[in-house]
DNA sequence: GGTCTAAATGCAAGTTGTTCGCAATTAAAG
DNA sequence: CTTTAATTGCGAACAACTTGCATTTAGACC
C-alpha cells in the first residue's frame, strides 16, 4: 500500500533480498497490469532462470504482494496487490489475450467501468468456496 | 435444446456418428454437470484414448453442443450447451475442486442462488471480448 | 572486512494436461 | 459390396510448470 519499490515491498518480512528479486519485483512495478511467468522472462531479456521467475511468484503470492488473476487455462496472470482491491472485474481481449483490470465492483454500468472501445462478447461469473459435500469434513 | 440423446444431439450435422461419439456424448449427458477430459476418460474406464477424447470435445465445442467452463489453471471443464444458458455463474470448491452451475445471471441474492451450506470466499468476474488496441485491427 | 550457513539460484530432468503425426480402422455414400 | 474420407489408437511432442541437486550468495555473527 506504500510507495512500491522492490525494497519497501520486502522489508520488514524475513525475506532475502536477491538481486533476482530486485529485477522481478521491478519488472512488475513497472508493469503496472496483470503479466504472467514469460511476460516477466521476457521483459527481462530471457535471461534469468525461468524456475526461479515461478518460484519468486509463489512465494509473492504466499507474502500477498502479488495475487493470482483467474484466467480461463493456458498460463497464469497475476497482479500486484496494492494497486488494486482483491476482488474487481477484468477484461480479457479474445485477439490478443492481454488481461485488463477494471475499476469498481459495485452494480454500475458496464459502460461507465469500461472505457470505451471495449466490447464484451462473453462475461464469465465464478464464485469460489466451500461445497456442501465439503462443509461436512 | 430437444430430447438430449447422443443421436438428436449431433444429427443433422453432417458428423459422424461414431461408437466412441456415442460413449462420449452419453457420459456427458448423464453426468449433467461440468465435467473434465480426464473425468470423462475414468467414468469410460480408462478404455477410450484420451486424444480422441480431446478431439471430440474440440468438435462438441466447435458444434455448439458443449461450451467451456472457466476455471482457473488446472484442467479445462466443459458443460453441455443445452442445459444451461450460456453465461450463469459457477460455484466452485476450494476443497475438493468441483464445479456448480448457478441458476440466474441477473441481479439477485446469492443466498438464493445458491442453496444452502455453500460458503463464498471469492468471487472472480471476468469479461472477455475485444480490446482497444484489437478493435484498430 | 572475513567466516559461516541457511536460503536462493541455475540447470537439467520430471510432471501434467493437451496436441500432433501417422498408419490402421470404420462409417456411410454409392 | 466397394470405396474413401473421416476417425481412431498409439506414440511422440508440447507448453507450462515443478522438483532435485550441486553451486552460489545474502546477511548474521565475529
Ligand atoms: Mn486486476
Ligand atoms: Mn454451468
Ligand atoms: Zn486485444
Ligand atoms: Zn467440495
Known amino acids: 500500500m506504500g510507495k512500491c519499490t522492490p525494497e519497501s515491498l520486502l522489508e520488514g518480512r524475513n525475506i532475502k533480498i536477491t538481486r533476482q528479486r530486485q529485477?522481478?519485483?521491478?519488472?512488475?512495478?513497472?508493469?503496472?497490469?496483470?503479466f504472467s511467468a514469460s511476460d516477466l522472462h521476457e521483459s527481462l531479456g530471457n535471461e534469468m532462470?525461468?524456475?526461479?521467475?515461478?518460484?519468486?511468484?509463489?512465494?509473492?503470492?504466499?507474502?500477498?504482494?502479488?495475487?493470482?488473476?483467474?484466467?480461463?487455462?493456458?498460463r497464469q496472470y497475476y497482479e500486484l496487490a496494492c494497486i488494486?482491491?482483491?476482488e474487481h472485474p477484468h477484461f480479457y481481449c479474445n485477439i490478443c489475450g492481454k488481461i485488463y483490470c477494471?475499476?469498481?465492483?459495485?452494480?454500475?454500468?458496464?459502460?461507465?467501468?469500461l472505457p470505451g472501445d471495449f466490447t464484451v462478447e462473453q462475461t464469465v461469473l465464478q464464485y469460489r468456496g466451500i461445497c456442501p459435500d465439503c462443509s461436512k469434513e
Do not use: F, S, W
Not at 54 to 63: A, D, I, K, T, W
Not at 102 to 110: A, G, N, T
Open 84 to 86: 488494486h482491491n482483491p
Open 49 to 74: 532462470d525461468l524456475a526461479t521467475i515461478y518460484r519468486n511468484l509463489e512465494m509473492l503470492c504466499g507474502e500477498g504482494i502479488i495475487r493470482q488473476v483467474m484466467n480461463e487455462k493456458e
Open 102 to 113: 477494471m475499476k469498481q465492483d459495485k452494480p454500475m454500468r458496464l459502460k461507465k467501468r
Open 23 to 34: 529485477i522481478v519485483l521491478g519488472a512488475i512495478i513497472d508493469t503496472g497490469k496483470p
